[in-house]
């Protein structure tokens, strides 16, 4: 059974794979797009809703908050940091550390 909230474990791995790619350049849409097809369950609904906000010209903070709670509410408020300070990747790589 799935849960309908992302684990502390999958935010490290999500927020890890999401900092090398933004590290490395590759545009946040590739990146959700790659993780929604390689996700699953309620993981894979979750991230279609942020994606497709993030498809439509929404921040990734508004595509997370779209995804109701199943993102812990400190991990949308650091992306909410990251995105106005320009420092998305860098937020990840910590939130992946903690």
């Not at 849409?29 to 010209?57: H, P, Y």
Request: proline share 2%; aromatic share 6%; net charge positive.
């Amino acid at each position: 059974m799935f849960s309908a909230r992302l684990s502390t474990n999958e935010a490290a791995r999500l927020c890890h794979r999401w900092h090398l790619s933004l590290s490395a350049g590759v545009d946040l849409r590739r990146t959700l797009s790659r993780e929604t097809e390689q996700s699953r369950g309620t993981q894979k609904d979750r991230l279609n809703i942020v994606r497709a906000a993030v498809d439509r010209g929404e921040t990734l903070t508004d595509g997370l908050a779209a995804a109701g709670s199943y993102f812990p509410p400190l991990f949308r408020k650091l992306t909410e940091v990251g995105e106005r300070t320009g420092h998305t990747a860098e937020i990840f790589g910590r939130l992946a550390e903690h």
